[in-house]
């Protein structure tokens, strides 16, 4: 019985982590849990921003990717801190996710050296 258990936790070290714990974060990286409630053009891509019940979720996307590029996104809820992504991309910036229950969100997305705000939105 406790070399089972034994082995089970060993197994356990060596298990990939769960979505949530991997970078990017979210069900998929890439993605955010909720509906598509904004987007934000870009010549070069777009800035997403999702909503679900109890957060706000946001990602920028490049129209083609591949190329590495400065990419950039960044969520704040009121009364909050930002929460930011950014840094050489190939195809997205975040996800990055605030609590929005009752409070609205500003979104900042940048693909190169074009950029967008969302203003207090969600609210």
Same mark, same amino acid.
């Given at each position: 019985?406790? /070399?089972? &258990? *034994?082995?089970?936790?060993?197994?356990?070290?060596?298990?990939?982590?769960? !979505?949530?714990?991997?970078? $990017?974060? @979210?069900?998929?990286?890439?993605?955010?849990?909720?509906?598509?409630?904004?987007?934000?053009?870009?010549?070069?891509?777009?800035?997403?921003?999702?909503?679900?019940?109890?957060? /706000?979720? &946001? *990602?920028?996307?490049?129209?083609?990717?591949?190329?590495?590029?400065?990419? !950039?996104?960044?969520?704040? $809820?009121? @009364?909050?801190?930002?929460?930011?992504?950014?840094?050489?991309?190939?195809?997205?910036?975040?996800?990055?996710?605030?609590?929005?229950?009752?409070?609205?969100?500003?979104?900042?997305?940048?693909?190169?050296?074009?950029?967008?705000?969302?203003?207090?939105?969600?609210?």
């Amino acid at each position: 019985m406790f /070399a089972t &258990a *034994l082995w089970l936790g060993v197994g356990g070290l060596f298990a990939a982590p769960p !979505a949530w714990a991997q970078p $990017g974060g @979210g069900a998929a990286a890439g993605t955010c849990a909720g509906r598509l409630a904004r987007t934000l053009p870009l010549a070069e891509g777009e800035v997403r921003v999702y909503k679900s019940r109890t957060h /706000a979720c &946001a *990602l920028t996307v490049a129209r083609v990717p591949g190329q590495r590029r400065e990419m !950039a996104v960044s969520i704040q $809820g009121r @009364g909050g801190a930002p929460i930011r992504d950014i840094g050489q991309f190939t195809h997205y910036a975040g996800p990055v996710t605030v609590g929005a229950i009752g409070r609205c969100v500003y979104v900042k997305g940048s693909v190169g050296a074009e950029s967008a705000e969302s203003g207090w939105i969600l609210c």
